[in-house]
């Protein structure tokens, strides 16, 4: 069973620094891109970042660009988002999620909340 | 970047009714484009891809239409459990990007 497992969340101040982590089972992770994908409060869905399956490819949003940093460990079946210099509209849901080329996101983790605050 | 239309942003809809959502991409995307469902408190459900495909386990009542850059979801029958919100993907090229949504309540 595929299962995806985001941790790292929490309360962070305005310029701060979190790291995400999302623990994948269940298929052959280096084998997938990986995604990570937000929502804020009352707003839609928005791409953050997608890392191709051996780690050399990233990709990230312009909202975030510059700040954020997509990184793997296929070797602990991991992934993960370095997030600095966070502002209060990084706050949000912050889903994990396995990529299907052209074809969209399969799996999805329960999601983890960061909020960015004073 | 490419840009997704979504509309409408709003639906209100009874049990066993029809509704259709348009989604509108910027520039021609192909078939690469792949419709969700997203209830509150949870993750996002991949209901179509490549426009048209069910993904595995989503009942027929949903489908997924269109080419280019116009698509269309269809939920025939809408049932208790349709009552969402629902959001297109294109998958053309990066940056990704989702449309705006549109919230499918009940009348």
């Known amino acids: 069973e595929v299962q995806l497992v985001e941790s790292g969340g929490g309360l962070v101040k305005p310029g701060g620094s979190l790291r995400l982590s999302c623990e994948a089972s269940?298929?052959?992770?280096?084998?997938?891109?990986m995604d990570w994908v937000r929502q804020a409060p009352g707003k839609g869905l928005e791409w953050v970042s997608s890392?191709?399956?051996?780690?050399?490819?990233?990709f990230y949003a312009d909202s975030v660009k510059g700040r954020f940093s997509i990184s793997r460990d296929n070797a602990k079946s991991s992934l993960y988002l370095q997030m600095n210099s966070l502002r209060a509209e990084d706050t949000a849901v912050y889903y994990c999620?396995?990529?299907?080329?052209?074809?969209?996101?399969?799996?999805w983790g329960q999601g983890t909340l960061v909020s960015v605050s004073s | 970047d490419i840009q997704l239309t979504q509309s409408p942003s709003f639906v209100s809809a009874s049990v066993g009714d029809s509704v259709t959502v348009t989604c509108r991409a910027s520039?021609?995307?192909?078939?690469?484009l792949a419709w969700y469902q997203k209830k509150p408190g949870q993750a996002p459900k991949l209901l179509i891809y490549a426009a048209s495909t069910l993904q595995s386990g989503v009942p027929s009542r949903f489908s997924g239409s269109g080419s280019g850059t116009e698509f269309t979801l269809t939920i025939s029958s809408l049932q208790p459990e349709d009552f969402a919100t629902y959001y297109c993907q294109q998958l053309n090229g990066y940056p990704l990007t989702f449309g705006g949504g549109t919230k499918v309540e009940i009348k």
């Open positions: 890392i191709g399956g051996s780690g050399t490819s990233m």
């Open positions: 269940g298929f052959a992770f280096s084998s997938y891109t």
């Open positions: 520039q021609g995307i192909s078939n690469h």
């Open positions: 999620a396995r990529d299907l080329p052209f074809s969209g996101t399969d799996y």
